[in-house]
T-cell receptor
Framework: EADIYQTPRYLVIGTGKKITLECSQT?????MYWYQQDPGMELHLIHY???????EKGDLSSESTVSRIRTEHFPLTLESARPSHTSQYLC??????????FGPGTRLTVT | TQLLEQSPQFLSIQEGENLTVYCNSS?????LQWYRQEPGEGPVLLVT?????EVKKLKRLTFQFGDARKDSSLHITAAQPGDTGLYLC???????????FGQGTILTVHP
């Protein structure tokens, strides 16, 4: 079944640690996205990709980085986590008609 | 930057009542999607509208795209507690592959 996966679902980590949030999709979509969202609030685009070896920064400035070496995989990395990075991170993939399909999210807490 | 304004921001109603959520912009969009998000999960795509004046129905939910493709509405008939969630509109077409999202409407339906 075509789907989009994110791991881990929850992550509590100390300040200064390096973390990677995983995102994989089996829908064959070229376009993928990372959003940051606080509970009940709007989505903020932080990174996107139109295909392999393509990555762009989104509308909200973020200290995270992304890579797109394979179509199905779009991981996000924070080199040194800080409490201000505490948030929910949502990965999505998109169709040619701009419909986006979201993963379940990773809830990150930095202590 | 295109602005997509959703209203109301919060909506608290009793089971069985009807409600309408609005999504407005001064920009013309090629498509507009509505999503529903439950706490701790990613948004789920409900519908996509692409033609001015288009009306789509999904059980008790009715979606309309404005004639000029600048606005949309979501109407729920006889709301149920299971309709509770964050409703987001997202519009595309002006920046390749990127959606502009509204701020969201938090709907609470009380039994």
């Amino acid at each position: 079944e075509a789907d989009i996966y994110q791991t881990p679902r929850y992550l509590v980590i100390g300040t200064g640690k390096k973390i990677t949030l995983e995102c994989s999709q089996t829908m064959g979509h070229d376009k993928m996205y990372w959003y940051q969202q606080d509970p009940g609030m709007e989505l903020h685009l932080i990174h996107y990709s139109y295909g392999v070896n393509s990555t762009e920064k989104g509308d909200l400035s973020s200290e995270s980085t992304v890579s797109r070496i394979r179509t199905e995989h779009f991981p996000l990395t924070l080199e040194s986590a800080r409490p201000s990075h505490t948030s929910q991170y949502l990965c999505a993939s998109g169709t040619v008609f701009d419909e986006q399909y979201f993963g379940p999210g990773t809830r990150l807490t930095v202590t | 930057t295109q602005l997509l304004e959703q209203s109301p921001q919060f909506l608290s109603i009793q089971e069985g009542e009807n409600l309408t959520v609005y999504c407005n912009s001064s920009s013309v969009f090629s498509s507009l999607q509505w999503y529903r998000q439950e706490p701790g999960e990613g948004p789920v795509l409900l519908v996509t509208v692409v033609t001015g004046g288009e009306v789509k129905k999904l059980k008790r939910l009715t979606f309309q795209f404005g004639d000029a493709r600048k606005d949309s509405s979501l109407h729920i008939t006889a709301a149920q507690p299971g309709d509770t969630g964050l409703y987001l509109c997202g519009a595309g077409g002006t920046s390749y592959g990127k959606l502009t999202f509204g701020q969201g409407t938090i709907l609470t339906v009380h039994p």
